[in-house]
């Protein structure tokens, strides 16, 4: 919600505006957003009696029954608008279809949109409120790790365009979101990793102390969901609890001072200076996590060779990314990619690299004064050093399957979603999720997540173009 003030003054030639926009908006932790206990959303629409939810067809699935009972709780009429929604999908023709609903549906002016889902689905439906009437409302509901971390954060809003990622966007508040870990429940395993990439990002540059929680509890906060699965002890649940808490508050106070990213030097860019071309390059594209984990951990070699990160911190870091099961290097990470990656960041951040380093771990430092060869020789010491880790540096599930990329609707196969459910108990043993078998599974060799996860690089910094001789599913990355 915004409130613009002004004042125009009579110059020699003319007028001067001078305009300040005050931007307010809420964040409400809450387990069970959709439980009939809670009321605090359905307070949101109880002055409109009815709500336009918009939402993906896996997260509907998952819980449509859970949401329609809510809203029948507290005499709301509901009208829900079902979309597939994937990198491929991140489209103008989908944000039309938005429109059309919101049409359809006789949105009033000031009246929210409920949205819910990952990142991509706020992306698209944030920017067509952004476009309808120029300023509709809506209100947040992320349902995913990265969704809830990170996404949340930012009022950016996009779509793809043409072979351009985010290309048409805006900058947009919502009204309030609400956030529900109870959701990670049946988010899979390979994305909730993918999210922690988000939080090490964070961490590592500003917030020590959830850097050491996050050390601490890695792969028991990896595999119980952030301690929303069952048989999560209380200490864990206390650790993932105060980890997202300040996590999102560290990334709030980063960026609220920086809404519509004026000031280019940005600590939550750590990470995002050679990831979109490290998601792009192979033939199947690495998720976003996995990119970014890359990018970092190269970054921190970097800050290592040069004096500003000790080598135990290095190692530290280091081996968080490979507890975790993130990448940490990739056979094409090359000098190609450094000259093509750096030549592309330079266009967005005004001339200069601003490559955000922890110094010393838990804080950070930009720098802008590092010539191709320094970074060509930092490389190949981090292609040494990564070798020396499990895997070489591989991630575990590194690679982007048919619901990152849209290529796969609900008649596709989607088994990790579907047994993250059952294990969380939301789906009954014997449904399912499928009407028939697809083999369009990727790398990974199957679909893992319940909803449309950031594909490619939906929370990138800029919008710097890349091309590396082709686009991938039709999108060029843009940093």
């Not at 899979?188 to 990002?201: C, D, H, T, W, Y």
Request: aromatic share 8%; net charge negative; proline share 3%.
């Amino acid at each position: 919600m915004s409130d613009l003030k002004a004042s125009v003054q009579e110059t020699k030639t003319g007028f001067h505006v001078e305009g300040y926009e005050k931007i307010e908006y809420d964040f409400t932790f809450v387990d069970g957003v959709f439980d009939v206990a809670n009321s605090n959303l359905a307070d949101c629409y109880k002055s409109w009696g009815r709500v336009l939810a918009v939402t993906d067809k896996n997260v509907y699935r998952l819980y449509g029954a859970k949401i329609e009972k809510y809203f029948n709780h507290y005499n709301l009429k509901l009208k829900v608008h079902q979309t597939s929604i994937g990198e491929k999908a991140k489209t103008v023709d989908t944000f039309l279809e938005i429109a059309d609903s919101m049409t359809e549906f006789g949105i009033i002016r000031k009246e929210p949109v409920l949205v819910v889902g990952g990142g991509l689905v706020t992306d698209v439906a944030g920017f067509a409120c952004a476009a309808y009437r120029r300023n509709t409302n809506f209100i947040r509901v992320p349902t995913t790790v990265i969704g809830l971390i990170d996404a949340s954060v930012s009022i950016k809003v996009a779509v793809n365009y043409g072979r351009y990622k985010n290309r048409l966007g805006a900058y947009h508040a919502p009204l309030h979101t609400f956030l529900d870990f109870t959701f990670l429940r049946t988010l899979p395993v390979a994305q909730v990793r993918n999210g922690f990439a988000e939080l090490i990002k964070i961490s590592s540059c500003s917030h020590l102390q959830v850097f050491d929680l996050l050390d601490k509890f890695c792969e028991q906060l990896i595999d119980s969901r952030f301690g929303r699965a069952d048989g999560s002890s209380d200490e864990l649940r206390q650790a993932a609890d105060t980890i997202n808490r300040e996590g999102i508050y560290e990334m709030l106070k980063l960026e609220s001072p920086n809404l519509h990213e004026i000031g280019l030097d940005r600590v939550i860019a750590y990470g995002h200076t050679w990831s979109p071309l490290h998601e792009l390059i192979p033939e199947t594209p690495l998720r976003h996590g996995h990119a970014i984990s890359i990018d970092m951990a190269y970054s921190a070699t970097l800050a290592k060779e040069r004096g500003l990160l000790s080598s135990k911190e290095h190692r530290r870091l280091f081996t968080l990314f490979s507890r975790a099961g993130l990448s940490i290097d990739h056979p094409q990470f090359d000098d190609e990619v450094l000259d093509k990656g750096t030549a592309a960041i330079l266009k967005t951040r005004d001339g200069l690299l601003r490559l955000a380093v922890p110094n010393p771990l838990g804080s950070c430092t930009f720098l802008n004064d590092v010539p191709p060869q320094e970074l060509k020789d930092a490389l190949r010491k981090h292609k040494e050093m990564a070798k020396t880790y499990p895997r070489e540096g591989a991630g575990t599930e590194a690679y982007v399957d048919s619901s990152d990329t849209g290529y796969a609707d609900m008649d596709s196969e989607n088994l990790s979603v579907e047994l993250a459910a059952k294990e969380a108990g939301v789906l009954p043993a014997s449904d399912n999720l499928r009407h028939g078998i697809s083999d369009a599974c990727g790398m990974n060799g199957r679909v893992n997540r319940h909803n449309k996860l950031l594909g490619v690089n939906g929370d990138a910094d800029g919008h710097a173009e890349y091309t590396v001789g082709r686009p991938v599913n039709g999108i060029e990355a843009q940093a």
